[in-house]
């Protein structure tokens, strides 16, 4: 019994853990309830390198289990390497996860953009918890990073939920053993005795040493 139940916790907490990751990511897609809200600031949220100018504004993305904030400035005009174009600044900030937020990434760096020839390149791109990938032609980004306590929150959140989910049946089954006046333990019939002579279970406990 002790055996199993310890299997079961475990088992039961690597599904929560897997449960925090895969809620995120899926949140992260569906964007429910989404608002934007935008402010004027002066400086920017993390130590950044001298050359970049002083931000322009913040937008920060709500939705259910999910914070963006995106801190920007541009500028446009000649560019380093030739012609004219549009330089721009930015430090990005995505953090997931329901009911706590668990997961947490950033970018931070800079790209110019060429009006002549509309090439774009990027320059000292910086990112931490964000896990890069192509698939089918496509560029994709997602964190990975865990922010303390709430993915610890949400493992243990979902791993309840799979406890009741393995725990249930059992549960239902000997409740409607002792409704018919069967061991709730083994299903043997206890008309007429107190200890089930069958598992040695009496009022729930178990008494016999190879159960225990």
Do not use: H
């Not at 174009?85 to 997931?96: C, D, K, M």
């Not at 090439?119 to 994709?140: C, I, M, N, P």
């Amino acid at each position: 019994m002790r055996g199993l139940r310890g299997k079961r916790v475990i088992v039961c907490l690597v599904v929560g853990a897997a449960a925090t990751w895969l809620s995120a990511w899926g949140l992260m897609l569906s964007r429910i309830g989404d608002t934007t809200s935008a402010e004027f600031v002066d400086r920017w949220p993390v130590p950044v390198s001298d050359d970049w100018p002083s931000p322009m504004q913040t937008t920060r993305i709500t939705s259910l289990g999910l914070r963006v904030e995106v801190t920007a400035a541009d500028r446009t005009g000649p560019l380093t390497g030739g012609g004219n174009g549009t330089e721009q600044w930015a430090y990005w900030r995505l953090r997931l996860g329901w009911p706590a937020l668990a997961l947490d990434s950033s970018l931070r760096g800079s790209s110019a953009t060429n009006l002549a020839t509309g090439v774009a390149v990027k320059r000292d791109y910086e990112t931490q918890g964000l896990l890069e990938y192509r698939f089918r032609s496509r560029d994709y980004a997602i964190p990975v990073l865990p922010v303390w306590p709430g993915f610890l929150i949400n493992t243990l959140f979902y791993a309840g939920a799979c406890w009741l989910l393995l725990a249930a049946p059992g549960g239902v089954r000997r409740w409607r053993r002792t409704r018919r006046g069967q061991c709730p333990a083994c299903g043997y019939d206890l008309s007429g005795v107190e200890v089930c002579p069958e598992c040695g279970t009496r009022d729930g406990a178990i008494t016999s040493p190879e159960r225990q």
